[in-house]
């Protein structure tokens, strides 16, 4: 093998170094405070708070000096007013994210004291945690879907305010909700499961039906493709299953399952909560044979997910011609429960 | 709009726009006897076809399979060689429902249906449960027997008749 030299060896670690040292410095802070957490191993809240605390604190300390080293110091004072306010935000919005996390946590393990503790904390209405507290834990039958329902999304699938659109991702939990609607909720770690908790307390008796488990940015069963995975995911759908239970029992609350031969009996296998229906993408075509996916789902409520759900926006179909017109009258024959239609 | 707000905007956007690219199919029609890649048994009937259906995305709702007889020595499937297609096998029934990794026979072919030192094609085609087809039949003639971007070389065979056994 061969021998390296001393000069090589230096040359090497100031390499790595002028690679560590910019990629360091120009870290996110959330990137800094998850490394912070896990290289300190901060397990209490307060010491995750005081990580977060301090690594603001670097940001604003290194934005002050800036201005003010450029700046006369008259101009800055609603520069560093900015500079507080966004980090008194950032601060309040990194101990919500720890909240909800905990939340979550407690959720799982029943522990319904310490989730009425988090909300609280968040300073959520006593009805709100009143209803939550109430219906967490209750034997929930499944709801009896007898009706067929039509819904559209549009192709962001976030609500874009058209007045023909009722099923979307919720994205603005603090969004107006028309009644009939479809409420979509993903389960990754974007998704706020303390807003969920207020918005479906707010919305209930206007929602249809909700949706858990929607792209989940690779968590679902069309990308997934590793079993042994498919349990973890599933609890985190069950953190939201039982929200929406806990405070609308009678709402039709399904899931999604990507209609994947070699994956999709295990995800639903893996699925530890009685949904009420289950919503199934990547069935995109009128002609599809609706007949022979409903024998592959024996005994459950179907709807389609995503009619129309082309990337080649040559392929779409037209909405309310003959084969739509078909089509949904073939799903309601068959005893499907509701179609998404991406427009 | 605050932080938070930003971030999962964010994070839907990217986990919304991965969604519609949440759909796919990825029908494999295989014809193992004759074999389909080789183009280049020489047999004798009767002879067994073997095929194998697979899609792991949508399923297979069925698949057709036609016999065509090879008219002017060349490789390619003319127009006017697939307008004298002819089903396999031959009940107008198309095979429905088989979506596996293991090879199948869908028809016993003898003399009734080939001649001696003939050559053949056979060309398979599967439907997924979402209504696509693995090839477009309309643009399978003047196909070579190594298939195209259209249908794959596994779903279309050539071969030869050696002698009546």
């Known amino acids: 093998m061969k021998r390296i030299k ?16 910019p990629a360091f410095a120009e870290a996110p802070i959330g990137e800094r405070i998850d490394a912070r957490i896990l290289s300190e191993k901060a397990i209490t809240d307060t010491a995750k708070v005081k990580i977060v605390e301090e690594e603001i604190q670097k940001d604003v300390i290194v934005v002050s000096v800036i201005v003010v080293s450029v700046i006369v110091v008259s101009v800055i004072e609603i520069p560093i007013t900015e500079v507080s306010d966004s980090s008194r935000k950032l601060r309040k919005a990194v101990q919500h994210n720890i909240a909800n996390t905990n939340f ?21 209405d006593n009805d709100v945690i009143k209803t939550l507290i109430t219906g967490l834990g209750k034997e929930v039958p499944i709801v009896k879907i007898n009706d067929f329902r039509e819904y559209k999304m549009c192709r962001s699938q976030t609500y874009e305010g058209e007045s023909d659109e009722n099923a979307y991702v ?11 609607d479809l ?15 207020e918005f479906m307390k707010k919305n209930k008796d206007k929602l249809s ?84 996916i409903q024998d592959r789902f024996p005994n459950q409520k179907l709807m389609i997910g995503g009619m129309n759900a082309f990337d ?32 | 709009m605050q932080l938070k707000s930003l971030l999962i905007s964010f994070g839907l956007v990217l986990i919304t726009t991965t969604l519609l690219a949440w759909v796919g199919s990825d029908p494999t029609i295989r014809i193992v006897s004759p074999d389909a890649v080789g183009d280049a048994d020489t047999l004798a009937v009767p002879l067994n076809i073997k095929v194998i259906q697979i899609n792991t995305a949508q399923g297979i709702d069925d698949a057709e399979y036609w016999l065509i007889e090879e008219a002017d020595g060349d490789t390619y499937i003319s127009a006017a060689e697939w307008d004298t297609k002819t089903v396999i096998p031959y009940t107008g ?17 003898g003399t009734d ?15 997924d449960l979402n209504g696509d087809f693995s090839a477009d039949t309309t643009l399978i003639h003047e196909v070579s027997m190594d298939g195209d971007a259209n249908i794959a070389d596994s779903a279309i065979v050539r071969f030869t008749l050696e002698d009546t056994r």
């Open chain 2, 113 to 127: 249906q080939l001649g001696q030192d003939s050559s053949y094609y056979i060309v398979g085609v599967g439907k």
């Open chain 1, 104 to 124: 979550k946590k407690y959720l799982r393990e029943g522990n319904t004291a310490m989730a009425q503790n988090c909300l609280q904390a968040l300073e959520v």
């Open chain 1, 170 to 180: 919720v994205s603005d939990y603090d969004m107006i909700v028309k009644v009939g």
């Open chain 2, 93 to 109: 029934a198309t095979i429905e429902d088989v979506n596996r990794e293991a090879s199948f026979v869908i028809a016993e072919l």
């Open chain 1, 183 to 197: 409420a979509i909720f993903n389960i990754t770690k974007w998704s706020d499961a303390i807003r969920v908790v």
């Open chain 1, 209 to 292: 039906a909700v949706i858990i488990g929607w792209g989940n940015k690779g968590e679902n069963n069309f990308y997934a493709l590793d079993f042994s995975k498919y349990e973890g995911i599933m609890k985190n759908h069950e953190d939201f299953f039982s929200i929406c239970k806990a405070i609308k029992p009678d709402l039709p609350v399904g899931i999604c399952v990507a209609y994947k031969d070699n994956t999709m009996r295990q995800w639903l296998k893996a699925c530890p909560f009685n949904y009420d229906f289950l919503a199934v993408f990547n069935i995109n075509k009128l002609g599809a044979n609706f007949e022979k």
């Open chain 1, 312 to 343: 080649d926006l040559s392929l779409k179909q037209e909405y309310g011609g003959t084969a739509y017109v078909n089509y949904i009258k073939e799903l309601t024959e068959l005893g499907y429960c509701g179609s998404i239609w991406i427009k």
């Open chain 1, 6 to 21: 001393r000069c090589e060896v230096v040359l090497i670690v100031i390499l790595l170094l002028a690679i560590a040292i």
